[in-house]
């Protein structure tokens, strides 16, 4: 890795509070990669031989069984993925694949655990990681089981407006096919869902979203930070 490189993953949280002569032990033999779009990187159920960080690009989480495919999450820099089974030395739970042209630095794994159990302070930022994923793991599944797919995607597009500044008119960060498996819906539904938003202020034109009023739309969705909050 040149050292532009180094300063980019140097920024990644779990890492900014590891002394300088661990960070060298842990990065000797990484490298970076340039990704084309959809192109798998991991492969859920193989060994987690290296610990990828997404330095520019998404990456989508994903899995598969029995003939049906699930997005999982979405994967935006700077951050790692599947860091659990790193840690664990575990088989993938899910794969990744990119979702457009991506940077992805990868670290062995096997560095990435002497170095956890020789700095303390970076194996505490990783606990703190890991605990942080748990939470969001959590919220997701009470969004799943206590909310209608109406609920859920009016929720959902209360967040996305959030990350768009607030405007009433913004863009779905993906299609429509892949934001209905997010969801837990099929397309057929995510498409009745919206128009089952009309009433609460929601048009819809491609992935061009507009809210007329916000106000309404809360009022229907009933945000909740302690499932729609993922920064805590």
């Known amino acids: 890795m ?10 990644l949280e779990i890492l900014a509070q590891m002394t300088d002569e661990n960070f060298r032990k842990l990065t000797r033999r990484a490298y970076v990669q340039n990704f084309p779009v959809r192109v798998e990187l991991i492969t859920e159920g193989e060994p987690s031989d290296f610990l990828h960080i997404v330095l520019s690009g998404s990456v989508d989480l994903f899995s598969a069984w029995n003939g049906r495919e699930a997005s999982l999450a979405t994967v935006r820099p700077i951050s790692t993925l599947v ?12 794969s990744a694949r990119t979702l457009e042209k991506s940077r992805i630095a990868l670290i062995p794994s096997k560095d990435v655990r002497t170095v956890f159990d020789a700095d303390n302070a970076f194996a505490r930022a990783i606990v703190a990681e890991l605990a942080q994923c748990y ?26 407006q959030g990350r768009a500044g607030g405007e009433a008119v913004f863009d779905l960060d993906f299609e429509k096919r892949r934001l209905a498996s997010v969801l837990g819906m099929t397309p057929e539904h995510l498409s009745r869902a919206f128009k089952g938003l009309q009433p609460h202020g929601v048009t819809v034109n ?26 805590s």
């Open 2 to 11: 040149d050292d532009s490189e180094f300063r980019d993953i140097r920024k």
């Open 83 to 94: 860091l659990a089974a790193t840690i664990r030395d575990a088989p993938y739970l899910m």
């Open 135 to 160: 939470r969001s793991v959590v919220k997701n599944i009470k969004e799943l089981k206590l909310r209608t797919s109406l609920e859920r995607l009016a929720n959902y597009l209360l967040r996305q």
């Open 206 to 231: 491609g992935t061009r979203i507009t809210i007329d009023n916000r106000s309404a739309l809360e009022k229907f969705a009933r945000p909740n930070p302690l499932i729609d909050d993922f920064s």
